[in-house]
């Protein structure tokens, strides 16, 4: 017997989609200011504003799939938290005491980056011990209490969570779950484990260093700097250098989005082919770059 309950995720699916769109509109248009600016303080600024609105794009990504995945499942053996890649399996002998949050003598810290649908992270108390976020609001939440932890959580319905939870654990139980803890990190360490998935990783990431290592030596820096493509009979384009140093961020960050497509079809075995094929397609962009700035260079 056991009951599944889920967090609010209508407001938080909604934010994140809204921070995602607002990023996506600032990044786009930092970058076609980017690539029609002569190097100089405006090509930072344009550039700063792509690579700051685009950068956070992978978290919000990565805390709205979470949201969607999050679940909190009551059995008489014990309590199971999913919150994206994060899972915590408590037996029922180590659970002290379930209680809403509003009885307890004082507020707990909340996590310092919280938005609505992803209220996660850990807190240490005052006191001692710490406390685990695994929430979509920051307002009425449970408290579960173990011997080692407090657990934050944020049922969409907190009195049928609390009744359940008296009437299985009047239930009993003869074969309590073992205690299980999954992070994040424990994905990162099996993928480095893997030779192969190591291998294409660190490939990717040093042909991406040294593209970006060449263009910064061959391209002159200097603000106004143009570079004139010489074409058929006689015509040509002039290019701003600031346009080549776009090239290798461009690659940076087709290859971030490889690692982290890879790392999520990793997690299960039957799919870890497509992960070798997202890491093994950012080896193959870098090469098509490098082979784009040999033949502009060689055209200049």
């Known amino acids: 017997m056991e009951e599944t309950f889920s967090p609010p995720r209508r407001e938080g699916l909604i934010f994140h989609l809204i921070m995602a769109l ?28 792509f690579l700051g609105l685009t950068l956070p794009l992978p978290l919000v ?49 909340l996590p310092w980056l919280r938005w609505p649908g992803a209220v996660v992270g850990t807190r240490r108390l005052r006191g ?13 939440l449970i408290i579960i209490a173990t011997p080692n932890k407090l657990y934050a959580i944020s049922p969409e319905d907190n009195d049928v969570f609390l009744k359940t939870f008296q009437r299985l654990t009047e239930i009993g139980n003869l074969y309590p779950i073992p ?15 893997a030779r192969g998935a190591r291998f294409t990783i660190l490939l990717g990431l040093a042909l991406s260093l040294i593209l970006l290592s060449w263009i910064s030596l ?16 006689n015509t040509g384009r002039v290019l701003s250098a600031a346009q080549l140093l776009l090239l290798p961020i461009a690659n940076a960050l087709f290859y971030l989005l490889d690692l982290l497509l890879g790392l999520f079809f990793f997690r299960r075995p039957e ?15 870098s090469l098509a770059f490098f082979i784009a700035l040999y033949f502009i260079l060689q055209s200049t």
């Not at 001692?128 to 009425?140: D, L, T």
């Open 271 to 285: 799919r870890r082919i497509l992960a070798y094929l997202l890491w093994g397609s950012s080896v193959m962009t």
């Open 22 to 49: 607002v990023f996506s509109i600032g990044s786009g248009a930092g970058l076609s200011n980017a690539t029609q600016t002569e190097v100089g303080l405006s090509f930072l600024a344009y550039l700063s504003l």
């Open 61 to 109: 990504g990565y805390r709205a799939y979470a949201l969607l995945r999050s679940a909190y499942l009551l059995r008489p053996e014990g309590i199971r938290l999913t919150w994206g890649l994060r899972s915590e399996e408590i037996p029922i002998e180590d659970v002290l005491w379930v209680s809403p949050e509003e009885q307890l003598e004082r507020s707990l810290p």
């Open 128 to 140: 001692g011990g710490e406390v685990e976020y695994m929430a979509a609001r920051s307002r009425e």
């Open 218 to 233: 061959t391209t002159p820096t200097e603000a106004g700097a143009m570079l004139v493509i010489r074409g058929d009979q």
């Open 179 to 193: 205690p299980r803890s999954i992070y994040p990190a424990f994905l990162l360490g099996s993928v480095w484990a």
